[in-house]
């Protein structure tokens, strides 16, 4: 197909629209008459063309004569009216001059755009709101877009706001395509704020270990989120050491999705709904995660942020991490026991010997002051002491109460979704768990993505709602080469992992010096090659002449030997393995015959089950054989499994090994059945 392939001269152009009526504004995808879709595959064929090309880009031009007015477009749909184009108001405005309402829209056939390596990215305005452009960008892009033009604008619309970015840069050719290709995204800063937010967003990641590790605390605008790697097998406990008048101004936000901010965790040290696993005393805060949170389970990393709710606050700090749940500091656990020799006062609760306790009490009851939640203050209660009307929650500072305020009896909505929330702490797990736009990275396309609203299939399939229509595209099983849906991959492939389970191990030749493996199962137990020799047309229904061959076979190898010096058969003279084989009389070699060797043949003893012969094979086999032993030797799988993996192995003429072993193991873990298994 040429490279500019003329499907229609003289195009109406027209406003596109969605479903609901509305101009789609900024995208580059037309809708085109089915005629053109038609042309296209009757061109497809009469050119023997395998398949056309992917995805379908056009060139359209608004005048012949002015080849300047021209855009590059991909295809939405085959739906429009013939004789018509549909055009996103963003394509339309740059095509179709205002003064001209009887332009028409020349078309042909793009096929010379290449897919995009690089591209780069500057955005026009100052958006505070986008932290991470990357992030932002990676799905909206080919969402709405099918190719990108150095010095072009683009316009991406989200939640009624329009961001305005300039291709400054596009590779490998000025006009690039965006579908199925990786591209590298790099943003260019509008100024020099800008600059500085991405080289901080750049920063690399900061990875705790189980132990004390030294943190930085900050607020809301500035703090740092780290990462942890879990051990599925044990509770995670967090300690963090404060050296602040009121604990309920630090707090530790803690989410399993890497999108982890202010608004958006799963746990936190928020004292909510009187959690045991939660713990706020002078100077420490800690939390413990069960390893059965659903939250948690099958879950590799968790990430962590230390938060000082105070504006313009930040000081370093001490986070410990501990694998043991018993190690969770309580209330009860920070209990002392009374002494025999102690009394308990009942003022302050503390300690003291029995025999002080009346001047003790006395004095405390003169100094002390109890509040109603168990405070002790000296004289009088502090006017900054505060008790929440609302729950039983009290706090030492007047910004305490007001951030305890803030984010228990304050509504909020997401900013996300629209969604009312009572408070802080269920608007922060709604948007990091069942907000529909709540990013997540794709388990199949690996793009970062809203999950959108779930139906009922998707929730029972433990996926978000773009998996599973993600999932829905098809793939090819590489063992099978079956086409199954990705999201249908991993049981398909359980059900391979199933099936090899089930296997029988392959049948090895009854030949002790044999490992090649039997194709099908003979009477006599040989494979074809060791069968050979002893095969014969004459009638035999009593095995006579078997026994007479056999016993000829033997008794050769047993006086002239094979001739070969690699031979290994322990029944052979030229193996050497026998020493006593060379001054042994012919009628004893015969006896040995009779009476042991041919005593082991199927056919001819009828009590035979599992036969066994010493028969010499050639140089390859008896290599592969020592390779076979060698691996048996490890006890992992059966012997018939690994004759079968050898059986792919090759030696040059020296005899060294020119096969991988590694890759006769990678087959052995592919097909085989280990012990036990």
């Known amino acids: 197909m040429s490279e500019e392939y003329s499907i229609y001269e003289h195009l109406e152009p027209e406003l596109l629209k969605d479903s609901d009526g509305n101009v789609v504004k900024y995208s580059d995808r037309v809708a085109l008459p089915p005629s053109i879709l038609e042309s296209l595959v009757n061109q497809q064929q009469r050119l023997s063309i395998a398949s056309l090309p992917h995805p379908l880009i056009f060139r359209l031009q608004a005048d012949k004569s002015n080849s300047a007015v021209n855009s590059f477009v991909g295809v939405k749909e085959f739906t429009s009216q013939e004789g018509t184009i549909l055009l996103p108001e963003f394509i339309y405005d740059k095509l179709v001059s205002p003064d001209n309402n009887d332009s028409t829209i020349n078309i042909t056939l793009a096929s010379d755009i290449p897919k995009g390596t690089s ?12 932290k991470d452009w990357k992030y932002f960008l990676e799905a909206k892009l080919i969402k709405s877009y ?60 900061t990875v705790l270990q189980y132990g004390t590790n030294a943190v930085t605390i900050a607020d809301t605008e500035h703090s740092h989120a780290y990462k942890l790697q879990l051990d599925n097998n044990k509770d995670l406990c967090l300690f963090l050491s404060i050296n602040s008048q009121d604990v309920n101004l630090v707090d530790l936000l803690i989410s399993n999705n890497q999108f982890l901010s202010k608004d958006s965790f799963q746990w936190s040290t928020i004292p909510f709904n009187e ?22 389970e099958g879950k590799e990393f968790v990430y962590i942020l230390p938060i000082v709710w105070s504006e313009g606050e930040s000081f370093k700090s001490q986070l410990s991490i501990s694998k043991i ?29 029995k025999q002080s306790i009346t ?17 002790l203050f000296l004289k009088k209660i ?32 997401c900013s996300l979704c629209s969604t009312a929330l009572p408070n802080y702490i269920q608007l922060a797990l709604h948007k990091s768990t069942e907000c529909p736009e709540r990013l997540h990275i794709c ?77 099908e199962p003979t009477d006599l137990q040989l494979c074809s090659v060791c069968f050979g020799p002893l095969y014969s047309t004459d009638y035999d229904p009593n095995y006579v002449k078997l026994k007479n061959r056999l016993e000829r076979k033997y008794i050769l190898q047993l006086t002239r030997g094979c001739g ?103 087959w052995l873990h592919k097909h085989a059945v280990k012990v036990g298994e």
């Open 564 to 666: 070969t010096s690699w031979c290994k058969n322990v029944e052979c003279i030229s193996s050497g393995i026998n020493p006593s084989q060379k001054t042994t009389t012919l009628k004893e070699k015969i006896s040995h015959i009779s009476n042991d060797l041919l005593t082991s043949v199927p056919l001819i003893n009828q009590n035979v089950v599992t036969a066994k012969y010493h028969l010499c094979v050639d140089n390859l086999v008896t290599k592969r054989k020592f390779m076979a032993d060698m691996i048996y030797e490890q006890g992992q799988y059966e012997y018939g499994w690994i004759c079968e993996a050898v059986s792919k192995l090759s030696f040059d003429e020296n005899g060294s090994e020119m096969g991988q072993v590694s890759s006769m193991e990678q």
């Open 119 to 130: 591209i780069a990215l500057k955005p026009l305005e100052l958006y505070p709101e986008i």
């Open 275 to 296: 959690n045991s696993n939660i713990n706020k005393n002078d100077g420490t805060i800690s939390i413990c995660i069960p390893k059965t949170d659903h939250w948690i």
């Open 146 to 205: 099918t190719t990108l033009s150095t010095n072009d604008t683009v316009c991406i619309s989200e939640r009624d706001k329009v961001y305005k970015l300039l291709v400054e840069q596009a590779e490998p050719s000025s006009t690039i395509c965006l579908i199925d290709t990786d591209i590298d995204l790099s943003i260019v800063p509008l100024d020099d704020e800008m600059a500085r937010e991405m080289s901080n967003q750049q920063d690399t990641e």
């Open 359 to 375: 001047l003790h009490e006395n004095f405390c009851h003169r100094n002390n002051i109890k509040c109603s939640c168990g405070q």
């Open 325 to 353: 749940s018993e190690e969770h500091v309580t209330t009860s656990s920070l209990q002392k026991t009374l002494k025999a020799d102690e009394a308990k006062c009942f003022n302050c609760g503390k300690h003291v010997p």
């Open 382 to 413: 502090p006017d900054t002491h505060w008790h929440c009307q609302n729950d039983a929650y009290f706090g030492e500072t007047i910004e305490g109460r007001d951030i305890h305020q803030k984010l228990h009896h304050t509504e909020y909505e």
């Open 443 to 519: 388990r199949y396309c690996q793009l970062t993505v809203p999950q959108e609203v779930p139906s009922a299939e998707a929730m029972l399939s433990s996926m978000t709602q773009h998996e599973y229509q993600c999932g829905s595209k098809t793939t090819e099983c590489h063992q099978c080469s079956k086409i199954v849906r990705q999201r249908d991959l991993q049981t398909h492939m359980q059900l391979h992992e199933l099936d090899r389970k089930q296997q029988a191990a392959p049948i090895v030749c009854a030949n002790a010096n044999c490992c090649r493996i039997l194709n």
